[in-house]
């Protein structure tokens, strides 16, 4: 449930924010909220304040759903325009407010075929609703403030999960964590506005509004809240998209062998001849609960076909993007010239492999961890270091609470703004210059979780979502 913030008197007691809005919340919406394809059951869901009218008209059983308690689900048929029967079905009824909208919703669980569901869709759709877009239930659900929009978008950052670390974060997120933190910070930064504010209209009346160190101690406080926040951005971008964990080097190295041995499985094509991969080849792992993005790349050599020099393109263009390297070498064959040279590099990790081969006599005091991808041998001691190395790239598992690239956006605007009433403070001037600074503070954190006028950010936010959510 939305935990409701203290409110400044230009907002109102849900997020709706305009007519506009609030004439597209009257619409009633359908859509299928279960992937496409075959399944046991599908999921067919209508939201607005005509719904039960919808479902009265398209279904058929004991007895009307407008006669439904809410929340419990109920047999019978759903019929076509022509009154003939698409489907045996369960239908619930979940009133407004307590549903996931807000609004009156019906869920029908139909059978889970394409053709059945787009049936029970286009029903609904002639009964008088309008087909949803994308992410248009949580949108309905944010305004009418069921949830922030923080929590809106953990949806997508649930749905999206690929570990159990992402998943506790989207989860964290979606409870609200995220949010609390942001209207503490909004509170702080109203209650030092608020002091702001009792120095311009009391000058004289013997209030005694915080002011000097006191003030700048609050708003180190706010500053020092933001900055913590700030700096969970990276794991928030590790948890939403995954490390990108590019392995390169010469060709025959074994790249394609690491990839699949990391896998666990043969996911690519390995082979003793030279120039096996040309392109690139993209797999996500999972390691303790990181997720990992692991690039196979074209071997790098000179003499190269055009197709083969595409695919070494496209493996340097990969490099650039690369959060960590794998730079691979065969400790069997002589060593490639300038190969180690960027062993320093905190984002590479230089790695010898068969080493259940002999070893080239170039590699002499070569210091490298050495592995087999054939015997599996140093195999566990790389993914701790790979492991070890993202950790450095403030990683922090133990907390969950991980900002996104737009929460970043907004809360760096903020700490501007701060900064700029820090320097305001200190230059002692006036009051109304200082509030300013606060103001435009308080609503880049506002819009962290939507508590300002945020028609531009909707759009961005919802349009990820698929259609159904
Ligand atoms: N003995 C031994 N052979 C290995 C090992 N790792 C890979 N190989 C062999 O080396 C050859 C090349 O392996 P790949 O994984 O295809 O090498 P690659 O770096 O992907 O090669 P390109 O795609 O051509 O650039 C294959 O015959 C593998 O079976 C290892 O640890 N020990
Ligand atoms: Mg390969």
Redesign the pocket.
Known sequence: MHRVAKRNSTERPTNLKTEEESIIADHTIAAISTPAGEGAIALVRVSGTNAVAVADKVFRGKEKPSRFASHVQHFGEIFDRADRLIDQVMLAVHRAPTSYTGEDLIEISCHGGTLVTAKVLEACLHAGARAARPGEFTERAFLNGKMDLTQAEAVIDLIRAKTDLALRSATEQLEGRLGEKIRKIRDDLISLLAHIDASIDFPEEGIAPDEGETLRGRLDSVREQIDALLATADQGRILREGVRVVIY??????????LNRLLGYDR??????????RDTIEETVNLDGVPIRLL?T??LRVSASELEREGIARTEKSLQLADLRLH?A?R?APKPPHFGETAGDSNEIVIL?????PEESDWKNFHAPR?????GEGLPELQKEILARITKQNLRPESTVAINARHRDCLRRALESCDRTRAALSQGLSPEYVAVDVNEALRAVGEVIGAVDVEQILDSVFGQFCIGK
């Open positions: 080097g010469a060709t025959n190295a074994g790249k394609s062998s690491l690519v094509i390995v082979s003793e001849t030279h120039g096996t991969t196979d074209a071997g691979i065969d069997n492999n068969k080493s259940d081969l592995i087999s991808c054939a015997t």
